[in-house]
T-cell receptor, first 115, second 114 residues
Framework: DTGVSQNPRHKITKRGQNVTFRCDPISEHNRLYWYRQTLGQGPEFLTYFQNEAQLEKSRLLSDRFSAERPKGSFSTLEIQRTEQGDSAMYLC?????????????FGPGTRLTVL | QKEVEQDPGPLSVPEGAIVSLNCTYSNSAFQYFMWYRQYSRKGPELLMYTYSSGNKEDGRFTAQVDKSSKYISLFIRDSQPSDSATYLCAMSDERGSTLGRLYFGRGTQLTVWP
């Protein structure tokens, strides 16, 4: 399978704990995006990278959230001191910024439950 | 007011019906318009994309964009039970030659019953 992969698929944690998610984009894609989706809502943009550079961050991305893409391939999203309001599906998407249409392809998501 | 508005439904139709899904938006800078399908507890899957105004057809699916009215539609002909899913509209503005974030509607939940 050459699609976007995310790990873990599910994460249950206690409030106050730190969690880290990983995203592996489609291999030739140089752009990588993180979104958050809560029940009954569409995905909301968090941040994106072109290669290893983080180009844009949403105001939704509080100081407790940090994302990295150190070698321009996979990315990690860390949430520190988790809160119950962080419970959501965290989606990763990738695209190739070399053609006019930068279609974003999504992974299966990581479902986070904060108890 | 959210930048993209979409009626969440739910929408329930019999097999074979024509389904119409719609979104409105407020940002006139949006140039790229997409429809994603999302099955329960899965990631969104791209169905169609269009650039600027006009129609685009792909099999049983037709996407329409009316930029003057800030209104986009997705039509599904001969709907099948396998079309049962949540349909998300998404759009983006054009910044030079690149695209950044997508702005999503909240999704319309569709059920097609046999």
């Amino acid at each position: 399978d050459t699609g976007v992969s995310q790990n873990p698929r599910h994460k249950i944690t206690k409030r106050g704990q730190n969690v880290t998610f990983r995203c592996d984009p489609i291999s030739e894609h140089n752009r990588l995006y993180w979104y958050r989706q809560t029940l009954g809502q569409g995905p909301e943009f968090l941040t994106y990278f072109q290669n290893e550079a983080q180009l844009e961050k949403s105001r939704l991305l509080s100081d407790r959230f940090s994302a990295e893409r150190p070698k321009g391939s996979f990315s990690t999203l860390e949430i520190q001191r988790t809160e119950q309001g962080d419970s959501a599906m965290y989606l990763c998407a990738s695209s190739f910024a070399g053609t006019r249409i930068h279609t974003q392809y999504f992974g299966p998501g990581t479902r986070l439950t904060v108890l | 007011q959210k930048e993209v508005e979409q009626d969440p439904g739910p929408l329930s139709v019999p097999e074979g019906a024509i389904v119409s899904l719609n979104c409105t938006y407020s940002n006139s800078a949006f140039q790229y318009f997409m429809w994603y399908r999302q099955y329960s507890r899965k990631g969104p899957e791209l169905l169609m994309y269009t650039y600027s105004s006009g129609n685009k057809e792909d099999g049983r699916f037709t996407a329409q964009v009316d930029k003057s009215s800030k209104y986009i539609s997705l039509f599904i002909r001969d709907s099948q039970p396998s079309d049962s899913a949540t349909y998300l509209c998404a759009m983006s503005d054009e910044r030079g030659s690149t695209l950044g974030r997508l702005y999503f509607g909240r999704g319309t939940q569709l059920t097609v019953w046999p």
